[in-house]
């Protein structure tokens, strides 16, 4: 057995890698790899999310529930 390859990578090279290899794969592969991305994105930003196809551009995306229509601004206008 021979030395092992090690690479040491930040967290931005580590999500430029991921995106990358995304980027590369069909969208069927895409659509497999986005699960384990969902979980990490959903449990970051506190969102909903699921993996869907555009309806416009048929690219498939994570579609995140922003939950906007339950936003108030509470600031006040005489500030």
């Known amino acids: ?11 931005t090279e580590a999500i430029t890698e991921i995106k990358n290899t ?3 794969q069909s969208e069927l592969n895409k659509r497999e790899e986005l699960g384990p991305l969902l ?7 506190w969102v909903q999310a ?5 309806p416009k551009t048929g690219v498939t ?3 995140v529930e922003t939950e906007m ?3 108030k601004c509470v600031q006040s206008r005489n500030n």
């Open 39 to 45: 979980m990490v994105y959903s449990e970051i930003e």
């Open 61 to 63: 995306r994570l579609l």
């Open 22 to 24: 995304l980027l590369m």
């Open 50 to 54: 699921s993996v869907a196809r555009h």
């Open 1 to 11: 057995m021979g030395t092992k390859h090690l690479k040491f990578v930040s967290i």
């Open 69 to 71: 229509e339950k936003f």
